[in-house]
T-cell receptor, first 109, second 112 residues
Framework: AQRVTQPEKLLSVFKGAPVELKCNYS??????LFWYVQYSRQRLQLLLR??SRESIKGFTADLNKGETSFHLKKPFAQEEDSAMYYC???????????FGKGTRLSVIA | KAGVTQTPRYLIKTRGQQVTLSCSPI?????VSWYQQTPGQGLQFLFE???????NKGNFPGRFSGRQFSNSRSEMNVSTLELGDSALYLC???????????FGQGTRLTVV
């Protein structure tokens, strides 16, 4: 069964500090991993996907198949990064995305 | 390009009533998925429609149903509402399947 675990419900960091949001997954096939972000009163939006290996808003995430992890990182947190972050697991087929329960990031000035 | 549009944005219903939510996907997207979002459970998958056929279904009771029309617009129906059905219902569309979904702003359903 597909499963996504985000161990932290809430993560508080100071502005300028590094951020790491943890995501671990369970899947026996070839996974596609995503990070979605939901800012206050805005829709859930795709932040980045592992297959594109891009950096969005300073965030990066590397898929580690050995550790089955896809942690989201940013070297210097900004106040505007405060939001709810969801890790999601999919595949190249037609099965639905499975989401973790989310981590609320709070960046303190 | 217009995004995913969900109507209505807010609903208040009484226990035992039924409700219908609507979702208009991004133009050209044929896959529409529905999720229930609650503070305790996060996002839980309800079902996915592709070309008017239900292709995937989550673990929700039969009170939750949906359909998709030929223009890819989708509706979700919940019958015999319970207090626990209070949630934000999100619709997502995709061009090639449930992955890489684009989400609407959701319909906030409150059951009293």
């Amino acid at each position: 069964a597909q499963r996504v675990t985000q161990p932290e419900k809430l993560l508080s960091v100071f502005k300028g500090a590094p951020v790491e949001l943890k995501c671990n997954y369970s899947y026996s096939g070839s996974p596609e991993l995503f990070w979605y972000v939901q800012y206050s009163r805005q829709r859930l939006q795709l932040l980045l996907r592992h297959i594109s290996r891009e950096s969005i808003k300073g965030f990066t995430a590397d898929l580690n198949k050995g550790e089955t992890s896809f942690h989201l990182k940013k070297p210097f947190a900004q106040e505007e990064d405060s939001a709810m972050y969801y890790c999601a697991l999919g595949n190249s087929g037609n099965t639905p995305l499975v989401f973790g329960k989310g981590t609320r990031l709070s960046v303190i000035a | 390009k217009a995004g995913v549009t969900q109507t209505p944005r807010y609903l208040i219903k009484t226990r035992g009533q039924q409700v219908t939510l609507s979702c208009s996907p991004i133009s050209g997207h044929r896959s529409v998925s529905w999720y229930q979002q609650t503070p305790g459970q996060g996002l839980q998958f309800l079902f996915e429609y592709f070309s008017e056929t239900q292709r995937n279904k989550g673990n929700f009771p039969g009170r939750f149903s949906g359909r998709q029309f030929s223009n890819s617009r989708s509706e979700m129906n919940v019958s015999t509402l319970e207090l626990g059905d209070s949630a934000l219902y999100l619709c997502a569309s995709s061009s090639r399947g449930p992955s890489e979904a684009f989400f609407g702003q959701g319909t906030r359903l409150t059951v009293v």
